[in-house]
């Protein structure tokens, strides 16, 4: 059974930087679409960042837009997460996710339309 196994997260100041990783499995090869996701308290869970595994397109929230960046490791199986200029709104439970979601426009859909999620990595920033 592969699973989707997210680390480091963990407390930043605002400004700060920190990398999250998603041991991703054959998810890598079998999914079209990797994504993370956030949920912070009393919140829905949004998109933030996905990645198009054929064409390595990708797509952000505009409220980290120029911030973050997703990228994969094809030879690792692991998909990553660098946040930079991390704010306070930034706080939130992130997941990883996989599946195959209808594209848009090329790209993987920043909707909650993934098969495949991980447990989460907190990330606090303040």
């Known amino acids: 059974h592969v699973q989707l196994v997210e680390s480091g997260g963990g407390s930043v100041q605002v400004g700060g930087s920190l990398m999250l990783s998603c041991a991703a499995g054959?998810?890598?090869?079998?999914?079209?679409?990797l994504a993370w996701f956030r949920q912070a308290p009393g919140r829905e869970r949004e998109g933030v960042a996905t990645?198009?595994?054929?064409?390595?397109?990708?797509a952000y929230a505009d409220s980290v837009k120029g911030r973050f960046t997703i990228s994969q490791d094809n030879a690792k199986n692991t998909l990553y997460l660098q946040m930079n200029s991390l704010k306070a709104e930034d706080t939130a439970m992130y997941y990883c996710?996989?599946?195959?979601?209808?594209?848009?426009?090329?790209?993987?859909?920043?909707?909650?339309?993934?098969?495949?999620w991980g447990q989460g990595t907190q990330v606090t920033v303040s």
């Open positions: 996710a996989a599946g195959s979601p209808i594209l848009y426009g090329g790209n993987c859909p920043l909707q909650s339309e993934y098969n495949y």
């Open positions: 054959t998810y890598t090869y079998t999914s079209p679409c």
């Open positions: 990645i198009y595994t054929v064409g390595a397109n990708t």
